[in-house]
């Protein structure tokens, strides 16, 4: 009697953790990943919050303290903590603010190309047929196109305006979106769920939005994640060659284009900015490495 009631009685077993309490679980395990998402928040904060953050005006030319070095350096002060460049503007304050146009140009051409590219991919590859050719003939237009050719004719057509930069860099990168949500939504489309919300007459509309789009999400961060350090380099590549942000507006290529003919004499004005957008990509580039892995359905970091 006594074994009877401690069997009916006994503990009920454990449930299993949540998806999301499980991704959130191999998230603070992924060292690569929290280290990339620390460097992003760190640019991101620094971009939000330029204006209390720098301590000059990045756009003020004092000829009077042109070229001060650093205050690691000989001769150098905590009123310009990394020294001035040679219009004797705070270069501190200069990579603040080159902080707010990398990240305007960066996440605003990867949030652009993948509306533009999961549109086009999610579309061809749930109708498929002709509709699916007709997005694949896009894709590979797009494809075969020189990218980096492209932008430099447009930006020297349209000019090299923060929004001009960020359009053309979204118009460069929207066929991997594509390429990676057609193939997904190709499988998703014989699944179970998918076929159930067919049988129960579903509209389009909800099947695409409701059912497809939400398991695409994963895809869709880690392309953009890895695409966003992408569009970095090459706005940066663009105002470093004199096509890209125009000046004064500071930006790190910018800086680096600038800083040129000073790079025997001053190589900190190069080596600062060229510092700051290999920390970036390479924080970005770890950061859609550890997604990848937390998202995965056994987990890989």
């Not at 002709?130 to 447009?154: C, E, H, Q, T, Y």
């Amino acid at each position: 009697m006594t074994d009877r009631i401690s069997d009916n009685t006994a503990m009920p077993e454990a449930l299993p953790p949540s998806p999301t309490r499980e991704m959130l679980w191999r998230a603070t395990g992924h060292i690569g990943f929290l280290i990339g998402l620390t460097i992003f928040l760190t640019v991101l904060i620094f971009a939000i919050f330029a204006p209390w953050i720098a301590p000059h005006d990045p756009y003020a030319q004092d000829l009077t303290r042109a070229l001060e070095p650093p205050v690691w350096a000989d001769g150098g002060s905590w009123g310009h903590i990394l020294g001035t460049d040679n219009l004797g503007r705070d270069n501190f304050s200069r990579l603040v603010y080159g902080a707010r146009v990398t990240m305007i140009a960066g996440v605003g051409a990867t949030l652009f190309s993948a509306v533009l590219g999961t549109a086009i991919g999610v579309i061809g590859g749930y109708y498929g047929g002709r509709i699916d050719a007709a997005m694949m003939f896009l894709i590979n237009v797009k494809l075969a196109m020189p990218g980096i050719l492209i932008a430099l004719s447009l930006v020297s057509i349209f000019g090299g305006s923060l929004l001009v930069v960020t359009l053309i860099l979204g118009f460069l990168f929207w066929d991997r979106f594509a390429v990676v949500t057609r193939t997904a939504t190709q499988q998703l489309r014989n699944m179970e769920f998918v076929v159930a919300a067919e049988v129960a007459g579903a509209s389009r509309f909800r099947i695409l939005f409701i059912e497809i789009l939400p398991n695409l999400t994963n895809h869709i961060i880690v392309v953009a994640s890895l695409e966003m350090a992408l569009a970095i380099l090459v706005e940066a590549s663009l105002s470093f060659l004199g096509l890209g942000i125009q000046p004064p507006m500071p930006s790190w290529g910018l800086m680096i284009s600038e800083a040129r003919t000073l790079m025997f004499t001053n190589p900190h004005l190069i080596m600062l900015p060229g510092m700051a957008i290999f920390t970036l990509v390479v924080g970005i580039n770890l950061m859609g490495d550890g997604l990848r892995d937390i998202t995965t359905p056994q987990g890989r970091g």
